[in-house]
């Protein structure tokens, strides 16, 4: 697939979230994203969702466990180099191949 290929990422509790450095038990909504960079286990890009509290928003998601669950760590970049960023789990239908970025 080419550059610009769309994924779903369903956010998850796991051990909560912290937005913006705050602890915060509401799981966000689930977001699709541009893959615009991708390695065996990571893959960047930015989140799509027009309303979203992520718009626009560079995301990088990591493996979480060793074998492929499914399951990532995700890691959202605030809208201000100053500000903290967003942090928590999610889970992808499939594994983003470093082919499709």
Known sequence: MGAG???EVKPIY???WIVAGEPRFEVPVAFTMRLEGSQ???WTGIVLDKGHEFEGRRVTLSQRHVEWS???NILVEP???ADRPTAGFGQLAGRPSA???
């Open 14 to 16: 796991g051990w909560g």
């Open 99 to 101: 082919q499709e970025s």
């Open 70 to 72: 499914g399951i990532v």
């Open 79 to 81: 809208p201000n180099p």
């Open 5 to 7: 290929t769309i994924i």
């Open 40 to 42: 065996p286990k990571l």
